[in-house]
C-alpha cells in the first residue's frame, strides 16, 4: 500500500512540476491531485525537494524505458556509431509526437536548473556524454584540445534539442513544411550527423588552435540618436 501511495504521488506530481516548476508548486496541490494526506510527502519523501528529485528521477527513468540507451554491434564505425547516438536522442526529444510531461520537466531542468539537477546529471545524462566523447575520440585528430573535443560534443547535442526547444520558432519559420518526410526523425538524424562529419573532416584540415583564436569578432556598437 506503501509503494502504491509514493508512485500515486509521483505520477501527479509529475505533470504540475512539469508545467509550473518547483518553486511555483505547492505539496498541498500535489497531496490533492494524489488523493492523499498533506502529511504524505513528509512520510513517504521526507520533502517536498526530495519528492521533486525523485520524480525528476522517474521522468529520465521511463524516457529511457521507452527510448534505450544508444547501443552498436562491436564492429560499428565511428560514423555509424554517431549516427545511432543522434537518433537516439532525436527519439526521445521528438518520437512521441504530442509532448509528454517527461520531456517538459525534463527542458524546464535544463533551462531552470534546481538542486536535482546535479545527481540526475551524474546518474543519467554523465554516462550519455562519456558515450558521445567515447565516439568522437575515433573520430577526431588525436592533437584535438579537451575543450575542442567539448565544442563538437555539444555542437552535435545542440542541433539535435534544437528541434525541441525551439519547436514554436520552427513552425513559425517553416510552416506546414515541419510536416515533410525531410523532417522525420531518420532524415533529421541523417542530416545532423553528415552536417556533424564534415565539420569533423574540417577540423582536421585546419590549426585546431588558432584558427578560431584569431577571430574575435565583436558586435558592432549601434550608433548614437
Not at 98 to 114: F, S
Request: aromatic letters at 8%.
Amino acid at each position: 500500500m506503501a509503494d502504491e501511495t509514493r508512485v500515486r504521488m509521483l505520477e501527479a506530481a509529475g505533470p504540475i512540476f512539469a508545467e509550473k516548476g518547483f518553486d511555483a508548486t505547492t505539496v498541498r496541490e500535489i497531496c490533492a491531485a494524489a488523493e492523499v494526506n498533506v502529511a504524505s510527502v513528509n512520510y513517504h519523501f521526507g520533502g517536498k525537494e526530495t519528492l521533486y528529485l525523485q520524480t525528476v528521477k522517474l521522468a529520465y527513468r521511463q524516457r529511457l524505458q521507452r527510448v534505450p540507451p544508444a547501443a552498436w554491434p562491436a564492429d560499428a564505425q565511428p560514423a555509424h556509431k554517431l549516427q545511432i547516438f543522434v537518433s537516439t536522442i532525436l527519439n526521445r526529444v521528438l518520437g512521441e509526437g504530442n509532448i509528454g510531461w517527461e520531456t517538459r520537466l525534463l527542458m524546464r531542468e535544463m533551462l531552470q536548473p534546481t538542486q536535482a539537477c546535479q545527481p540526475v546529471m551524474e546518474e543519467y545524462i554523465r554516462p550519455q556524454w562519456d558515450q558521445l566523447m567515447g565516439i568522437l575520440d575515433e573520430l577526431l585528430p588525436d592533437e584535438t584540445t579537451h575543450h575542442v573535443r567539448h565544442q563538437v560534443a555539444f555542437s552535435i547535442v545542440g542541433q539535435c534539442l534544437h528541434y525541441r526547444f525551439a519547436n514554436e520558432f520552427v513552425l513559425f519559420l517553416i510552416g506546414d513544411d515541419w510536416q515533410n518526410e525531410a523532417y522525420s526523425v531518420g532524415r533529421l538524424a541523417q542530416h545532423i550527423t553528415r552536417f556533424s562529419l564534415a565539420a569533423i573532416n574540417g577540423l582536421s584540415e585546419v590549426d585546431l588552435e588558432s584558427e578560431l583564436e584569431t577571430q574575435d569578432v565583436k558586435p558592432p556598437i549601434p550608433a548614437m540618436t
